[in-house]
Nanobody, 122 residues
Framework: QVQLVESGGGLVQPGGSLRLSCSAS????????IGWFRQAPGEEREGVSC????????YYADFVKGRFTISRVNGKKTVYLQMNNLRREDTGVYYC???????????????WGRGTQVTVSS
């Protein structure tokens, strides 16, 4: 059974950091592009970052450039999203998704986790 599970979310003060993990079971994570997406209440889902299946191409949304880093380790069944200098507007449910290629808003990506809540508040 193909499954993605996100973890690492929580409550953090503005300026703080969190590291999200996307763990896979039932398939070889290295063979897929992995994207991170987020959705705030009442807002549309938006793409945050994506790494191609071999890690050769990495994409970031403009609003996270310089603050977030996506990484994957070959052979590991986990992709990470390091989030630094968090802002209140980063609050939302963060999802990871997997498919052949990256997608700006996740359209067409077939495998999704259930999400992890990130709340940035003082």
């Amino acid at each position: 059974q193909v499954q993605l599970v996100e973890s690492g979310g929580g409550l953090v003060q503005p300026g703080g950091s969190l590291r999200l993990s996307c763990s896979a079971s039932g398939f070889i994570l290295d063979a897929y592009a992995i994207g991170w997406f987020r959705q705030a209440p009442g807002e549309e889902r938006e793409g945050v970052s994506c790494t191609s299946k071999n890690g050769g191409s990495i994409y970031y949304a403009d609003f996270v450039k310089g603050r977030f880093t996506i990484s994957r380790v070959n052979g590991k069944k986990t992709v990470y999203l390091q989030m630094n200098n968090l802002r209140r507007e980063d609050t939302g449910v963060y999802y990871c998704a997997a498919d052949e290629g990256c997608s700006a808003k996740g359209d067409g990506m077939n495998y999704w986790g259930r999400g992890t809540q990130v709340t940035v508040s003082s």
